[in-house]
């Protein structure tokens, strides 16, 4: 209460609006019902539809459904080859699933900084920390908006790693005009209810080369096949399945691929209402000198899952904490993405120090996102702005 007698006077919204939500209406419902009534909840035509669809929308040749985002970079890191003592390049400022992928495989993730501008990884970084146990680069497109491929592809080709995409933000995000999830050696997405498309829970990997589909095919079922070609001693005894690697059960179920199979039917819908949203935030705070505004390189089209507010804090009398509390307080709530991940306590203890991305930390104590999401309205954004606004009129020099 003491947080709103510093501002003053009624908060800006009576009820609060959070920084994302998912959207469900009667055809996701539909299609939920329908397969919970069909002969298959798992394994069945749902998943094949779902895979089919995922490449059409990305253009990649091969797609993997899985059980979430996490299990998707899992797989993807494990078919890389990833093992002990090698090297992955990672972007800091992402959820912790984009470098705990490689430890799952015993790697090292080592973190390159981000450009102060963009968020996204700095090519000329990955470049300074490529060394001969490299093996690969987990590229984030961190708020959907694409990292610079053509950059990082070349270096990946020139050092001969293996680039997987963290496109968990960037489902419909193109990247010249080519849609993110054709690009990369192999793209991740998830579909956690507050990213772009859900399926409650759910993930995919989308690749264009045959020999890692297979793997990731056989890896997403516990690495049992009932492929002849597969097998080491084949068989064609109608009960014979022969797991011929260690995989896992990461498998989606039928009714997940049926509520994402209806809410990519409205991918396109939520990417232009997403745009519209990010056009009234960019347009109101461009003019306003305490706040940053992301930059968007002309290369990416871009379905933006977050929108980032970025104080300029040396030209603010408050600091992060003290404006997330106080726009709190109007009742907006907002949330941090993301704690550079070799800050959490995990990481600190294998090592990592502070200090290690700058621009990354740097970052990480000035920023904060703003609702985005389809069914915000333009009210609810208009609110939005006039509460940022009039804090930066409480707290600004
Ligand atoms: C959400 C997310 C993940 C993990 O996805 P889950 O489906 O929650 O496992 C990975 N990377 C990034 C960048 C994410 O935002």
Redesign the pocket.
């Known amino acids: 209460m003491e947080k709103l007698a510093i501002l003053g006077g009624a908060p800006v919204r009576e009820t609060p609006i959070s920084y994302g939500r998912q959207y469900i209406d009667e055809a996701d419902i539909q299609a939920v019902v329908e397969t919970l009534k069909s002969p298959w909840l798992t394994c069945g035509p749902k998943i094949e539809e779902l895979e089919k669809k995922l490449c059409e929308i990305t253009g990649a040749k091969y797609a993997v459904a899985v059980s ?4 998707a ?1 899992h797989l993807a890191a494990m078919v890389a080859g990833i093992g002990e003592g090698d090297e992955v390049i990672v972007s800091p400022i ?2 912790a ?2 470098a705990n992928c490689v430890r799952y495989c015993g790697g090292t993730p080592v973190f390159a900084d981000i450009k102060d501008d963009t968020y996204n990884i700095d090519p000329a970084c990955i470049r300074k920390l490529v060394t001969e146990r490299t093996k690969a680069v987990v590229a ?1 497109d961190f708020t959907g908006q694409a990292v610079e491929l053509d950059e990082i592809r070349a270096i990946c080709q020139e050092r001969q790693l293996m680039l997987i995409e ?1 496109a ?2 960037a489902i419909g995000t193109k990247y010249q005009g080519q849609p993110v999830g054709s690009i990369a050696d192999m793209t991740c997405f ?3 209810p507050v ?1 772009t498309v859900t399926g409650g ?3 995919a990997i989308t690749t264009n080369d045959e020999a890692l589909y297979r793997k990731l095919h056989l890896l997403r079922a516990h690495g049992i096949t009932r492929d002849m070609e597969e097998m080491v001693h084949p068989t064609d005894a109608p009960w014979y399945n022969e797991q011929v690697m260690l995989g896992y059960n990461y498998r989606m179920t039928d009714f997940q691929a049926a509520l994402l199979l209806s809410q990519l039917d409205k991918l396109p819908m939520f990417t232009a209402r997403r745009k519209e949203i990010v056009d009234m935030y960019d347009e109101a705070f461009r003019e306003v000198p305490e706040i940053q505004v992301q930059r968007e390189i002309p290369e990416s089209d871009t379905t933006r899952h977050l929108y980032i507010l970025r104080l300029r804090t040396e030209r603010l009398k408050c600091d992060r904490r003290q404006f997330f509390d106080a726009l709190g307080a109007e009742n907006i709530r907002s949330q941090v993405h993301y704690l550079p991940v070799y800050w959490h306590s995990y990481y600190e203890k294998l090592g990592y120090e502070k200090g290690l991305c700058p621009n990354a930390e740097a970052y990480y104590e000035s920023s904060m996102s703003l609702p985005l999401y389809y069914s915000l309205t333009d009210e609810e954004v208009a609110d939005v702005i006039r509460a940022v606004k009039k804090l930066i009129a409480y707290y600004k020099k």
């Open positions: 979430n985002g996490t299990a970079l992402t959820f699933a984009s984030v963290d968990a933000h998830s579909f956690h990213k829970e759910g993930g």
